[in-house]
């Protein structure tokens, strides 16, 4: 019995992708769409939210167990 491989959009163009070990770029179709998305957060078009802290506000120590 064979499974079903799963299929992923690929974030740059939306060509469908094996996610398989034979899909060297995935989550991308090629290397092409691979560097087009490095350039993207290269360039901060792409930017991940951060909350900016006080320095002087205390840390709570079971955050981080």
């Known amino acids: 019995?064979?499974?079903?491989?799963?299929?992923?959009?690929?974030?740059?163009?939306?060509?469908?992708?094996?996610?398989?070990?034979a899909s060297l770029y995935r989550p991308f179709c090629s290397e092409r769409c691979k560097m087009i998305d490095l350039g993207e957060w290269a360039n901060e078009t792409y930017r991940v939210p951060a909350v900016e802290e006080s320095p002087d506000s205390e840390v709570d120590p079971a955050r981080y167990r």
């Open 1 to 21: 019995m064979s499974q079903a491989v799963r299929t992923v959009a690929c974030p740059t163009c939306g060509t469908a992708v094996r996610w398989e070990p």
